[in-house]
């Protein structure tokens, strides 16, 4: 059994900045990778970022130069930190990762978190 917890959305008006956490728990002996994903209303999920074993880290164009994904291995935690924020950065953002397990690896995503940019 494991789990991803996400925290850390929420309002925030134009050019603001928020920081998007990721937690895996449960029987885990390593993370391949770890991504971040948005979904706007009425749109398909998207990837946004995300980052390797070895911290490779890749970025939607969109957000290229105003979002970091980073992590910390020994807490199994990614984080989004999101800077300038725009009002079409609206969405639900979700956590996936790559888990190398007692079961083997599987993949596993988080419940999402709201964040919503708007005066």
Do not use: H
Request: charged content about 20%.
């Amino acid at each position: 059994q494991v789990e991803l917890v996400e925290s850390g959305g929420g309002l925030m008006q134009p050019g603001g900045s928020l920081r998007l956490s990721c937690t895996a728990s449960g029987s885990i002996f390593s993370i391949n990778a770890m991504d971040w994903y948005r979904q706007a209303p009425g749109k398909e999920r998207d990837l946004v970022a995300n980052i390797t074993r070895s911290s490779t880290t890749n970025y939607a164009d969109s957000v290229k130069g105003r979002f970091t994904i980073s992590k910390n291995d020994a807490k199994n935690t990614v984080y989004l930190q999101m800077n300038s924020l725009k009002p079409e950065d609206t969405a639900v953002y979700y956590c996936y990762a790559e888990l190398v397990t007692t079961r083997g690896i599987l993949g596993a995503w988080g419940q999402g978190t709201l964040v919503t940019v708007s005066s």
